[in-house]
Every structure is written in C-alpha cells, then in structure tokens.
C-alpha cells in the first residue's frame, strides 16, 4: 500500500435546493507521495494516479460538508500561534525510530572531550569530528551515518575511544552503559529537523472495516489511520 496526498482546483457551481455543490473539471495543483524511496518511483505513482482519474467526470459534494469544513478551516486559521500545517509523516513496515532536532541539528562540544553531542534533541547522537562519522545510541544498538539528515544509518560495533572516556555523570549514563557497543538489530532511521510523525505497521499494512461505517482503519499499526471505503 502506497499512501499519498493531492490538491485541486476546480469551478464550483452551488445548488441550494438539492444542497450539494457541482465540481467542473479539476486541475492537479499538486500531488506527492511521501514514502516513495526516490524520484523515479514517485514519478511513477504520479502517472498511475493521473491515468485513473477523469478530471472532466461529473463530480457533486454535500454543500454542508463543504460549508461546515470550510469555517472549520477559517477557525483553524484565525487560531495565533498555532501552525495548521501538516507535519512529515514517515512511514515503515519495519522495525524504526524518528528522530526529531528543533530547528537545524545543533553540536556542542563535551567538556574534556574531542566529542561533540546533539544539544537539541532527546536522543544520545554524538560527533566525532575527527572522522565527520555521527554516532546514534538506539537502545542498545550503535548506529553510524556521515550524514545526520539523509543517512542512510547502519549498525556499528566500533566506536571511538574518546566515547568511552566520556564523564561518568548522569549526562552519559546510559552512553556508558552501552559499552564496549555490541551487534545488534538495528532499526530504519527517519530524522527531521521540525515536529513530525511516524506510522509503523508490524509487517505489511493491514486495513480492518469498522462496523456498521465505511470506515476502514490501520489494523496492524499503533496509530490512528482510517481509510474510507
């Protein structure tokens, strides 16, 4: 299942006595998928979807629904200092984490160290600049990458010594703990530097129907993905 989003713009014609709103032919504004694995695949997908969709196909919507969504969205706008704008969404069927910066991933140096650490954001992610090789603590697993954003991120049992010199402090506990680093299942790494989201499904997705609606939803997931039918 390849999931992804569309926009269009459309002429509209109301009729109010049958309250349902008539769509003229639609234009594509844009169209993207997020979990392509490059361009030439989401390229791909553009051309299935645009071959199946008839843009000139007589198309009505309940004129309530689009009034009650339309103020719905002016209230969302009216709303200060609260971004309507969606955040990535990644996605795997496979064991992964998402590691998120606030703002640019941000370095500073460790005190009595060669190393620097990753200052704005949760996760343990060193650097060593001596090689320009990051260092990310997954559990118990090391994973490296020259690059932090792009990756891609691999399972690592060498370390760099100075990891191992870092100040016995509640700062690097755990750091220590997981000393010398040991082979280990490593997990898809999804990085981003603004909040976003993260959709696993234990193996390949699974949708199940929702009683008494057309409603389908993401049976193999911990989160909340609906479908309708």
Known sequence: VTYGALSVEAGTTVDKEERVVHLGDRTITSLSFPNAKDEVT??????????????????????????????RYEQQNNVEGISVEPPPIFFSSEPAILVIFV???KFEKIDDSS???????NWDILLDPATSTYYLLADKTWLSTKDIMKGPWTATTTLP??????????????????????????PKVFVSDR?????????????GPIPGTRILYLANSESDVFMVD
């Open 115 to 121: 190393l620097f650490f990753a200052a704005n954001t």
């Open 42 to 71: 989401a390229a791909k997908y553009e051309r299935a979807v645009k071959s199946v969709l008839n843009p000139t196909r007589p198309l009505t919507v309940n004129l309530d629904r689009v009034i009650a969504n339309a103020e």
């Open 195 to 207: 909040p976003a989201e993260l959709i696993l499904t234990d193996g390949k997705p699974e949708v």
């Open 161 to 186: 010594e100075a990891i191992s010199k870092l100040p016995a402090t509640d700062d690097w506990k755990e750091v220590l703990a997981a000393q010398p680093a040991k082979a280990g299942p490593a």
């Open 103 to 105: 703002g640019p991933a």
